[in-house]
């Protein structure tokens, strides 16, 4: 029991001090990101029901078109940019509370139940998740007393695994490894080395799936509010060119 509860307290405290730390960074970029779209939803707002009056009223007291890039801006092409924005919105928070909740499953030792399409490398995420919870109780039934060829079963049901997960809720190219190391009597030292690994893939797939969301989000805002700045200043230098 000893042992059991040192590995517990082991594997548990590794949870709250790396994962945790890079699932706070995942959901700071997830809150940067929201904020960037309420400017973006605010700014397209300004420009459709103020400063598009004001162009058009200018134009036609001047006698003049508005530029035809203008134009799209201030109708089809503001409302098709509040459009996006509202879905990415969405997006955003569904993605926040999929954060949320793998989170609370993998520091709950739960099999995550959550659909696998909620974010981009999600199905990356979720594996890795379900893989470390697996081989968690895996590596604790082992110092329980459990022999090898029952662990995985156990660890199912402690888990709470879904009929609908499979056989197995380990990824086949795992499995293959374990039964190639019970073949060699290494089966826990495997356990042992899986489970070490488990938090750096992890880790890992979180930082890049953090780079993804901000490099994509920056980039989206930055187009969106550079189209809406060309769209106001260009028929002031078209004005200019016309005097």
Not at 1 to 29: C, F, N, P, W
Not at 70 to 87: A, K, Q
Not at 107 to 128: C, D, E, K, M, Q
Request: hydrophobic letters at 50%; proline letters at 2%; charged letters at 15%.
């Amino acid at each position: 029991i000893g042992a059991v509860v040192t590995e517990y307290a082991a594997i548990k405290k590794r949870l709250e001090q790396d994962i945790a730390v890079y699932i706070a960074g995942l959901r700071g970029s997830l809150i940067y990101c929201g904020v960037l779209l309420a400017v973006a939803i605010v700014l397209c707002l300004i420009f459709r029901f103020s400063v598009a009056a004001s162009l058009e009223t200018m134009y036609e007291n001047l006698g003049h078109d508005l530029p035809a890039y203008t134009t799209f801006m201030i109708r089809d092409g503001n409302l098709y940019g509040l459009v996006i924005l509202g879905l990415i919105a969405l997006l955003t928070t569904i993605t926040g509370f999929a954060v949320f909740k793998v989170h609370q499953d993998v520091t709950h030792f739960r099999y995550s139940r959550i659909g696998r399409t909620w974010f981009l490398a999600g199905n990356r995420v979720l594996t890795i998740a379900n893989t470390y919870t697996a081989l968690a109780y895996m590596w604790l039934l082992l110092k329980a007393g459990y022999a090898d060829t029952e662990v995985e079963s156990v660890a199912r049901q402690l888990a709470g695994v879904p009929a609908s997960a499979g056989e197995s809720m380990l990824p086949e190219e795992l499995q293959w490894k374990l039964a190639f190391s019970r073949q060699n009597q290494t089966y826990a030292e495997e356990i042992a080395f899986q489970l070490d690994q488990a938090p750096v893939q992890f880790i890992e797939v979180l930082s890049k799936l953090r780079s993804i969301i901000n490099t994509a989000f920056q980039l989206l805002i930055y187009i969106l509010v550079g189209g809406l700045v060309t769209a106001y200043y260009l028929p002031i230098f078209s004005l200019g060119s016309s005097i």
